[in-house]
């Protein structure tokens, strides 16, 4: 009998509008629209086989041996992938991510993008780019938005159908760059998914979700128009809103370390100097920095500077989720 194994990779993503709670945490749809821009070079390259003769799902996440919580969660996207396929064979998952795990980036959305897309099409499904979104969204909701290319938008949507990521432009419409602050390279104690799930203790959040139409719209614009100082302003804006729903739940959530206000301090002092430069935080202490590429080895090297910044990733708008590589295997 013969199988195949498929490889794939996917980038991280920078949420400049973000997504922050759930209308329903099993299908994780979201409270809000997002949007996102994907980071070139920080990715995750996952292979998966499905197999008769294995017994149970095998998960190894950068050649270590995976159980518990985190298996249980591949396990149940691949479920999912075995519904539509109508198969139960069992598979082994082989994930490795290319930026360092202590480094503090979220490598949920790399992952589940990447495992979306290999398992599919190991399971001979031949999912569209929606599909493929709407399946991403089921095992962590900003994965979705790792589907599509470039600077994306996740439409909140009313139900499972219609709630996908699309590409709003190609990463090269806009010659943008994250510097990314790791100023924190230890694992967060509350993770996204127990966030989203306390949003709504906040007496912000439905302030927050009420505004973000208006927010995703001037965000969508400023990418369109290539308009900086429209971007920086409401991706800042979202950011705070964001940390302030999160600090104001129950139990509250700090993610800001001292080094992370003093990277948002001196951002805002270099616009003020005339630069473009923006921050962005997401469910962690390590400050997103977005300029302009052709700028990002400056602001870099002034990043290194302020104490408590161990070190800065530099990262481009990436492109979609692929595959690499397919092998037929004889058992
Ligand atoms: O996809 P999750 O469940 O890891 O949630 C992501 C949450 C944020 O990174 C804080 C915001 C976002 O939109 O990416």
Redesign the pocket.
């Known amino acids: 009998m013969s199988t195949r194994t498929v490889t794939s990779v996917a980038c991280a ?3 400049f ?4 709670g759930n209308r329903d945490e099993s299908l ?1 749809l979201p409270a809000n629209g ?1 949007i ?1 821009m994907n980071l070139d070079g920080l990715f995750t390259r996952t292979s998966v086989t499905f197999s008769a003769s294995t017994q149970t799902d095998k998960l190894f996440l950068n050649k270590t041996s995976i159980h518990g919580p985190g298996l249980d969660r591949v396990s149940a996207m691949l479920d999912l992938v075995r519904g539509m396929a109508g198969t139960n064979q069992r598979a082994e998952v082989i994930s490795e991510n290319n930026f360092p795990s202590g480094a503090g980036i ?1 490598s ?2 790399s992952a ?1 993008a990447a495992l979306a897309l290999a398992s599919s099409k190991a399971a001979g499904l031949d999912l569209s780019e929606r599909d493929l979104s709407r399946l991403a969204r089921r095992g ?4 979705s ?1 790792s589907i599509p290319a470039g600077f994306v938008e ?1 439409q909140a949507g009313t139900d499972d159908e219609d709630s996908f990521a699309v590409s709003i432009a190609p990463p090269a419409h806009w010659q943008l760059a994250d510097c990314i602050a790791i100023v924190s390279s230890v694992h967060k104690k509350t ?3 127990e ?2 799930a306390i949003a709504k203790t906040s007496p912000l959040q439905n302030a927050r979700v009420a505004d973000a139409p208006r927010r995703l719209d001037l965000c969508r614009r400023a990418i369109l128009d290539r308009d900086f100082d429209a971007l920086a302003a409401i991706v800042e804006l979202d950011s705070d809103m ?1 940390h302030a729903v999160m600090m104001t739940s129950s139990p509250a959530l700090h993610y800001w370390q001292p080094a992370s206000l003093a990277v948002m301090k001196a951002v805002q002092q270099w616009r003020e100097e005339g630069s473009p430069v923006c921050y962005t935080v ?2 962690g202490a390590n400050i997103h920095v977005i300029c302009l590429e052709k700028e990002a080895e400056q602001i870099a090297l002034r990043l290194r500077k302020i104490a408590g910044v161990k070190d800065v990733l530099t990262a481009r708008p990436g492109g979609s989720a692929k595959v690499i590589e397919q092998k037929q295997i004889v058992e």
Do not use: E, L, P, V
Request: no cysteine; proline share 0%; charged share 15%.
């Open positions: 993503n920078i949420a509008i973000k997504y922050w994780r997002s996102s979220a949920s959305a589940f962590s909701g900003s994965a938005r996740w993770g996204s998914t966030g989203h964001m997401d469910a």
